[in-house]
């Protein structure tokens, strides 16, 4: 409608619909539209390419990713740190976890060709980077990257001490995730309930609940006001340590405190019934879980049937 009004798209309006059509999953009507702009002599600009890549790498199309960044490097369009993110995430997303080694190896190639053309990593470019190591239970290269950022100037986010210290649970290397949480504590930069969520079930997992049950203490004295995940940790350790009581407590306190449980709540709390020998109970809690609204998933038909 507007080419025949007379009203010629410009590279703005090209780039708003190319948006559009990614956001919405349309990755390749936005590339037909992208060769349409070309073919009209409108140049697309660095977000529009960008905003391709991106969804392009979210569909795991890797190689088309690869093969609009190599074009926008032989045009007068340069990658910009953003476009290398995305490659590096999306390389990183590709496969399995445990398959995983050679991709990181590609996201590493990807990362240093960044740095090789003039373009500093970012605090996210890292973090990308120390996930999927992380993830691969790689954790020295998580941590030497986590070394380099301090060494070029970038201060560590939360995100960063919370990959690095699942990284170092997962790795069974306890008594150092318990020190870079605390020398992150200690450093002043405040830490959210998803770092704090990570150290819970770091300590629950290797069998420490009185230790867990502190930092949850220091939670509710300090803040991060302790959300229903963290109460779902601890009152999933609570039952598996036996602690049917303490877990039931816990659990019938939530309402009170505002909390509604979730589906995983109920399903663990139902575990520790089960294991204590309280089945009835566990089943009346079951039956309870659809009129409080929560609809029981094929994990809590499990557990119930088992129990």
């Excluded at 239970?137 to 950022?149: A, C, G, H």
């Excluded at 991060?224 to 049917?244: A, E, H, L, T, W």
């Excluded at 879980?289 to 129990?307: A, F, Q, V």
């Amino acid at each position: 409608q507007m080419a025949e009004r007379g009203c010629k798209p410009d590279v703005f309006t090209y780039t708003s619909i190319v948006n559009g059509l990614c956001k919405t999953g349309n990755t390749n009507v936005a590339i037909k539209l992208l060769k349409k702009m070309e073919e009209r002599g409108v140049e697309p600009c660095l977000f529009s390419l960008n905003v391709i890549i991106y969804s392009l790498c979210k569909d795991k199309l890797i190689t088309d990713a690869f093969n609009l960044f190599s074009k926008m490097k032989n045009s007068s369009i340069l990658p910009y740190c953003v476009t290398y993110n995305c490659l590096i995430q999306g390389v990183c997303n590709l496969g399995q976890w445990k398959e995983a080694t050679s991709q990181m190896d590609e996201a590493k190639k990807v990362f240093d060709l960044m740095i090789s053309m003039g373009f500093l990593p970012d605090v996210r470019s890292y973090n990308i980077l120390i996930n999927g190591y992380c993830k691969c239970i790689r954790i020295d290269e998580s941590m030497r990257l986590f070394d380099e950022m301090s060494q070029i100037g970038l201060i560590p986010d939360s995100f960063t001490y919370t990959t690095l210290i699942g990284g170092l649970y997962l790795s069974r290397r306890d008594l150092a995730a318990k020190k870079l949480f605390k020398e992150n504590s200690v450093s002043g930069r405040p830490l959210d309930v998803v770092t704090y969520a990570t150290m819970l079930v770091g300590l629950c997992n290797s069998g420490n609940l009185d230790e867990a049950l502190k930092l949850f203490q220091a939670m509710k004295d300090n803040g991060p006001v302790p959300n229903i995940v963290c109460y779902s940790i601890i009152i999933d350790c609570m039952g598996k340590s036996g602690r049917i009581e303490d877990a039931r407590e816990m659990f019938s306190s939530l309402s009170a405190k505002g909390l509604h449980p979730t589906v995983f709540t109920y399903t663990i709390m139902i575990n520790a019934l089960c294991k204590g020998g309280f089945l009835h109970e566990a089943y009346d809690l079951f039956k309870k879980m659809e009129d409080h609204g929560c609809l029981p998933n094929s994990c809590s038909y499990n557990t119930i049937i088992k129990g």
